[in-house]
């Protein structure tokens, strides 16, 4: 049973637009929740997380929207660039970290 | 600076074979440390934690074995390999065993024909 959710499972932004990555978990007791990239042949590295007891965590073009009560998330990517081409994995934690299924990002020049 | 290295980069192996795949954590002491297998597009799944020496919990069953002869090594194994245990082996570490952040290594790419 797939735990932590994403949608969509591919999508295509051009260069210079904000890209919007869903997520949704089952479990209310998450309360710990990063974000991955990974680029092709590499292994996750983090990008950005968030605590359950906030609502909006921002670095830089990166943010975070969390929705408790609705038990979703969104990652916005602001002026997308061709270099975030990768795949990205929402994560939640507790105790382990259970991952999505991920969205696989392409930015159009 | 804590790096984490995994080895080898890639593996040919025949079915039946046996496997044994190594993951080595320097600059950290008493690091948790993870095995994670990745199908080709697909999630994570977590395999295995350890959380000190010698010491070694298992997520889910596919058939390997993993084990932590040192403070900084975590070994992955199997005596038979499967087709199914083809993939992406990627091997973490964290510093907390909950609410923590992953730091991953560049993976194992394993192929079983």
């Known amino acids: 049973q797939q735990q932590v959710r994403q949608s969509p499972q591919s999508l295509t932004v051009w260069e210079g637009e904000t890209a919007i990555l869903n997520c949704s978990y089952e479990?209310?007791?998450?309360?710990?929740f990063p974000w991955y990239q990974q680029f092709p042949g590499e292994g996750p590295a983090l990008l950005i997380s968030?605590?359950?007891?906030?609502d909006k965590k921002e670095d830089g073009r990166f943010t975070i929207f969390f929705n408790k009560r609705e038990k979703k998330l969104s990652l916005h990517i602001t002026d997308s660039q061709p270099g975030d081409s990768a795949t990205y994995f929402c994560?939640?934690?507790?105790?382990?970290?259970?991952f999505g299924t991920g969205t696989k990002l392409q930015v159009v020049p | 600076a804590q790096t984490i290295h995994q080895w080898p980069v890639a593996e040919i192996k025949a079915v039946g074979s046996p496997l044994s795949l190594g993951c080595t954590i320097k600059?950290?002491?008493?690091?948790?440390l993870y095995w994670y297998w990745q199908a080709t597009g697909g999630t994570l799944q977590q395999l295995f934690y350890s959380i000190t020496v010698g010491q070694v919990e298992s997520v889910v069953q596919l058939n390997l074995s993993a084990s932590r002869p040192k403070d900084d090594q975590f070994i992955l194994s199997t005596e038979k390999l499967l087709l199914s245990h083809s993939g992406f082996y990627l091997c973490?570490?964290?510093?907390?065993?909950?609410?923590?952040?992953?730091?991953f290594g560049a993976g194992t790419r394993l192929s079983v024909l």
């Open positions: 479990d209310s007791t998450f309360n710990y």
């Open positions: 994560a939640a934690s507790e105790p382990y970290q259970r």
């Open positions: 973490a570490w964290s510093l907390e065993l909950s609410q923590n952040t992953l730091y």
């Open positions: 600059g950290k002491s008493s690091p948790n």
């Open positions: 968030i605590r359950s007891v906030s």
